[in-house]
């Protein structure tokens, strides 16, 4: 794999991120607002998204093995395949902090189970408010 080939593969990647990035930050508003929120949406972007960030993932784990077996003098020449790393090095907090806090906002709005939540952010909550979790179930079941 060359140069050129690695650049295109962050670079799809890149775009990979930036469309989880807006998904999410679409999400977020929708999540906040006082309006009534629509789930279907936003989960069918997601599903049309994930398949494309696992094959964009495994493409991308070669790219980087080939990155690191050329030399140094190779790899300084390729500014744009460095300026690529950095940004989706920078996107990828943002996106999982995102996520994070749209999770937490469904949770409580009462639209995410508790066993899809992880088990930290479980313990959390039912240490905090040991009957959160069955209200949310009562909430979900009313509804």
Same mark, same amino acid.
């Given at each position: ?20 990035? +807006? ?19 936003? +989960?069918?972007? #997601? ?52 996520? #994070? ?17 992880? +088990? ?8 905090? #408010? ?8 009562? #909430?979900?079941?009313? +509804?």
């Amino acid at each position: 794999m060359n140069t050129l080939e690695i650049a295109a593969e962050l670079r799809t990647h890149h775009e990979v991120c930036r469309e989880f990035l +807006a998904l999410f930050s679409d999400e977020n508003v929708a999540l906040r607002s006082a309006q009534t929120w629509d789930s279907a949406g936003f +989960a069918d972007k #997601r599903k049309r998204l994930l398949p494309q960030l696992e094959s964009v993932l495994i493409r991308l784990r070669s790219c980087r093995e080939q990155w690191s077996q050329m030399n140094a003098g190779e790899r300084a020449r390729c500014g744009e395949i460095n300026q690529l790393l950095r940004d989706v090095q920078n996107l990828l907090p943002r996106i999982l902090q995102l996520d #994070r806090e749209n999770q937490q906002e469904m949770l409580r709005r009462g639209v995410v189970p508790a066993t899809q939540v992880a +088990a930290v952010a479980q313990t959390a909550v039912a240490s905090q #408010r040991p009957h959160f979790v069955a209200g949310l179930y009562q #909430r979900h079941q009313a +509804a």
